[in-house]
């Protein structure tokens, strides 16, 4: 995927609000589309909101692929947000 680094956030360090609002607009599906090329390939691209220009993020073989493609995305990036909130406590210990 094109934009996975592009923010430079590690685990070290906390994303900036530009980061965390760009993931919440990935993480809606309506902001995805999938077109095909000239190859038959099926591309995944999502609506850059501060450009307004489709940014493209994945080839797949089939439709069907791509929409997986978009759904893994949506799902990595809902993650990602969640983290984003800090730790998530797992255990604890008395």
């Given at each position: ?6 923010s430079g ?5 906390q994303?900036?609000?530009r980061?965390?609002e760009?993931w ?12 095909q090329?000239?190859?038959?390939f099926f591309?995944?691209e ?7 220009q489709?940014?493209?993020v994945?080839?797949?073989?089939t439709m069907d692929?791509a ?9 990595h ?6 983290f984003?909130?800090?730790p998530?406590v797992?255990k604890?210990f008395e």
């Amino acid at each position: 995927m094109t934009f996975l680094y592009t923010s430079g956030f590690t685990a070290a360090t906390q994303p900036d609000r530009r980061v965390i609002e760009l993931w919440k607009y990935i993480t809606e599906k309506k902001n995805w589309r999938i077109v095909q090329l000239p190859n038959g390939f099926f591309q995944t691209e999502y609506l850059n909101p501060e450009t307004e220009q489709w940014m493209d993020v994945t080839r797949r073989e089939t439709m069907d692929g791509a929409e997986a493609a978009i759904n893994s995305s949506i799902q990595h990036y809902v993650k990602k947000l969640e983290f984003s909130k800090g730790p998530k406590v797992v255990k604890t210990f008395e």
